[in-house]
């Protein structure tokens, strides 16, 4: 069972930048879709960026794309969000997450892997965007 610990967290003022670190553990992380959600109280826990499938594509939901990267490590088993030129509707708590033969579905702005295939989680990091 993969198992992550989160790193990176904080509080940042608009425009800033931010590092979130997942540290894998338990199995080798290049045998898992890894993906980044965040979630704000009182809302689902939504997906923002993910790498699935062979191809090692990178999949982004618009108000992130631009700003965010994801990209993963599988020497060192890391799974990391570069989050640039961040703004206060970025405040959430962000999850590292991994599955494995996640799904796909295509969305009016690309594909997008399909949330219910991730299953190993982070504790989870709060970042707060504020001037």
């Known amino acids: 069972q993969l198992q992550f610990v989160e790193s990176g967290g904080g509080l940042v003022q608009p425009g800033g930048s931010l590092r979130l670190s997942c540290a894998a553990s338990?199995?080798?992380?290049?045998?898992?879709?890894i993906a980044w959600f965040r979630q704000v109280p009182g809302k689902e826990r939504i997906i923002i960026s993910c790498?699935?499938?062979?191809?090692?594509?990178?999949h982004y939901v618009p108000s992130v794309k631009g700003r965010f990267t994801i990209s993963r490590d599988n020497v060192d088993g890391s799974v990391n969000l570069q989050m640039n030129n961040l703004k206060p509707e970025d405040t959430a708590v962000y999850y590292c997450?991994?599955?494995?033969?996640?799904?796909?579905?295509?969305?009016?702005?690309?594909?997008?892997?399909?949330?219910?295939?991730?299953?190993?989680w982070g504790q989870g990091t709060q970042v707060t965007v504020s001037s």
């Open positions: 997450a991994a599955g494995q033969n996640v799904r796909q579905r295509i969305t009016s702005d690309g594909n997008m892997c399909v949330e219910a295939g991730f299953y190993s």
């Open positions: 790498i699935a499938g062979g191809d090692f594509i990178k």
């Open positions: 338990g199995s080798r992380l290049d045998r898992f879709d």
